[in-house]
């Protein structure tokens, strides 16, 4: 597919250090910066409001009386309060930090019921001065007592699983495109690709929570201050992702591929590299779990039978929006031709004029951004943690092996249907086991097609 690719494809400029640079005073930022955690003045805690779906009157309805526990990190409780008439209650902690909210079961009045009998707990990051949101929504008419939902499998629920395994596959294959586009140009098999999912997501938070106020003062310019707003600090997370991913290929494996350095040997140095900063994630950020400031504790929506938050349903249309532009830009300009004529033939593409080693270097780059898209759509899904990457980076390299080695499509088609067969698995085994049913799903198709569904037969030998 390369082979027509024009000769006078555009050569990008020289590299400077600043992207070197931006990547090492981002760390040293985070690090100096002042984490959320310490006592200030005001009262804080969590605001927590349980409702109903009631399906025949097409409206959620307040639930009172449901007892709300909140926990600290060791599991004891330092709160505890009753839901009232609006079924909201407030519950004050003394001193910020991250918290557990649960409900308990025994108060659920009789007819109302849990959507899903394992989902009776909410992390909230509470911060000084602030109450933190949650929302815990029920059903109403389904079981009784707070016990899980009768039927077991139900088209709503099947649906229900299935717009969430589209989610998360989209954001996966966010996520996954460049480790896919890496091992395409170069051959190379990734594995500190989760650390560029995780440096965007804790880089975003960054921005979004904190800013460069502890550093620079209450003077400093807007982007300094203290936070930005979730889209900038989006925007700001793939900026510098790809700063990181150039220094990666500029300063470690661009001179390993010019020594001649063999590909296991440079394996071996990304499973290395990706457990070091891993651990100055550790370091740095610390081990507890924390939420973007932005868009906390949102109700969901209902389409249909299915229900999504407001953000879900946005973050799902920006993955959708960013794989269309990623397949155009492949397709349609000498940039992405060239990528793929790389990808296709590096040889040829060499002889027929392209700079593999800049394009290589723009892969890079693309891809670490687009891995810090990924790390920002997980996080504002779900919680903010220094090991997020590397928890879904064997879900990664599923996706991109059941799509094709190599293929940015196949990376996309692979990740959906791990992302399916993870949510769709919890119908018939215990949510602990649910990676079990992508793996089970990807052994299955790679025994008939060993190649990937989009991926190319090659001979061996």
Request: proline share 3%; glycine share 14%; net charge neutral.
């Amino acid at each position: 597919m390369g082979h027509q690719v024009n000769n006078s494809v555009a050569q990008p400029k020289a590299q400077s250090p600043s992207g070197a640079v931006m990547v090492l005073f981002c760390l040293a930022a985070i690090w100096l910066a002042p984490l959320p955690g310490l006592a200030q003045e005001g009262e804080q805690g969590a605001r927590v409001r349980v409702l109903a779906n009631d399906a025949e009157a097409d409206e959620r309805v307040p639930i009172e009386g449901v007892r709300v526990l909140v926990l600290d990190r060791d599991q004891t409780i330092v709160g505890e309060g009753v839901t009232d008439a609006e079924g909201t209650v407030e519950i004050a902690v003394s001193v910020p930090s991250v918290y557990r909210v649960e409900i308990d079961v025994a108060t659920i009045p009789e007819g109302i019921s849990l959507r899903d009998p394992e989902d009776i707990a909410r992390e909230v990051n509470v911060q000084a001065g602030r109450f933190a949101q949650a929302v815990f929504q029920l059903v109403v008419g389904e079981g009784g007592g707070g016990g899980p939902v009768a039927g077991g499998i139900s088209l709503r629920r099947v649906l229900q699983l299935s717009t969430e395994g589209v989610k998360l596959g989209l954001f996966l294959a966010m996520a996954a495109i460049g480790l896919s586009l890496i091992f395409g140009t170069t051959g190379l098999v990734n594995f500190a690709h989760a650390e560029l999912v995780t440096w965007g997501m804790l880089v975003a938070y960054f921005f979004n929570v904190l800013g460069f106020s502890g550093l620079f003062g209450e003077t400093a310019p807007w982007i300094l201050g203290n936070g930005v707003d979730f889209f900038t600090s989006t925007l700001l997370a793939m900026v510098l992702g790809g700063a990181l991913g150039w220094a990666a290929d500029a300063g470690i494996f661009a001179p390993l591929r010019r020594r001649g350095t063999g590909l296991i040997a440079q394996m071996v140095v990304t499973i290395g590299l990706g457990i070091l900063i891993r651990y100055i994630f550790l370091y740095v950020f610390g081990g507890t779990g924390r939420f973007f400031r932005s868009y906390p504790g949102q109700q969901t929506i209902r389409l249909g039978l299915v229900e999504v938050t407001p953000k879900d349903l946005f973050a799902m249309g920006v993955a959708i929006l960013a794989l269309v532009g990623v397949g155009m830009i492949l397709q349609l300009t000498r940039v992405g031709r060239a990528m793929r004529a790389v990808s296709d033939n590096r040889d040829l593409a060499a002889s027929s004029g392209i700079d593999v080693q800049r394009v290589i270097r723009w892969v890079w780059v693309a891809g670490a951004a687009l891995a810090a898209l990924g790390g920002v759509l997980l996080g504002q899904s779900d919680v903010i943690r220094w090991d997020v990457g590397s928890n879904v980076l064997l879900l990664m390299f599923a996706g991109v092996t059941l799509g094709g080695l190599g293929t940015a499509y196949g990376a996309l088609v692979g990740c959906l249907l791990v992302g399916l067969g993870i949510q769709l698995s919890t119908l018939f085994v215990a949510s602990e086991l649910r990676s079990v049913g992508a793996l089970l799903l990807m052994a299955v198709i790679l025994l008939i097609r060993p190649q990937g569904i989009l991926g190319r037969r090659v001979r061996i030998g």
